[in-house]
DNA sequence: CATTTTCTGCTACATTTGTGGCAGATGCGC
DNA sequence: GCGCATCTGCCACAAATGTAGCAGAAAATG
């Protein structure tokens, strides 16, 4: 009997570093609009209105947001889950990087001289704290 | 006085998908021709002797390997240990995708489903163990 | 040596990503 | 209803990435 989930089914799609940038202001909203992220990102970023909108355009065609007509402006909406998309750029960092075994990554991790002993024990308190549940 | 290594030097530039692909070869290797790289890709991918050329050049140019020239011949060799490189790019996906903090990394690990008993057990024990035996 | 093989240097070209402008349609204040 | 503020749709353009061809120099081979 296995206890993996095994693979579920297609991966998000990929996104650049300028789209997630977005996708943090549309999953903590929720439903936003181009000038709520627009907001959102000011001082984080100079973007300009457009930039936002052809952004949230592509998120659309990679599937990523939805889009929903009000009146005459858009309302976008999370498609995929921000698990769901931290899981996919985990899994191809893993692949590309880390010989496609999280082992590799995990033992990089505590192995990683610029990981402090702080953290170091922060994330065994985590696992032990998280890990536990069955 | 901290025990943190705190930021060193610069990081390593960002690799791509496919100069990932090369360097795994090049630091296997430790040292390689142009079609030393591209006999150890055949069968992962399909190149032509000229991509890994120009993926190589790419590399040197990004500072990631040197070349040295042997007769007519360049050979390749790491500048940046693999490492630094996994090290970069794990920070660059924490960065973008994990609020930029290595515990929200570690929380998503131990809470994902997709991540198995066995895998979350092999994570606890690395932690403790701090990777210390295979 | 004349050929054949193999390298290198340069160039090319499509796609993705980062960034944004412009013009026409739509909505809001008065 | 009119004008001003907004939105949208479409286009643009540079840099990075994926992928590779061509021509000339160098080396190996008979």
Redesign the interface.
């Known amino acids: 009997m296995?206890?993996?989930?095994a693979c579920?089914g297609p991966e998000p799609a990929q996104?650049s570093?300028a789209e997630?940038?977005v996708m943090d202001a549309v999953w903590k909203r929720g439903e936003v609009t181009v000038r709520d992220v627009l907001t959102d990102v000011q001082g984080e970023t100079d973007w300009a209105y457009s930039t936002v909108k052809t952004l949230l355009q592509r998120l659309v065609e990679k599937g990523a947001v939805s889009r929903e007509k009000r009146g005459n402006t858009s309302v976008f909406r999370p498609a995929v889950e921000q698990?769901a998309?931290?899981?996919a750029?985990?899994r191809a960092?893993v692949r590309?990087?880390?010989d496609g075994t999280?082992?590799t990554?995990?033992?990089?991790?505590?192995?990683?001289?610029?990981?402090?002993?702080?953290?170091?024990e922060?994330?065994?308190r985590?696992?032990?704290d998280?890990?536990l549940d069955p």
Do not use: C, Y
């Open positions: 296995r206890d993996e989930p579920s996104l570093d997630w940038t698990k998309a931290r899981g750029a985990l960092l590309r990087a880390f999280l082992g990554l995990v033992h990089h991790l505590v192995a990683d001289e610029r990981l402090s002993r702080r953290e170091r922060d994330l065994e985590i696992l032990r998280e890990g």
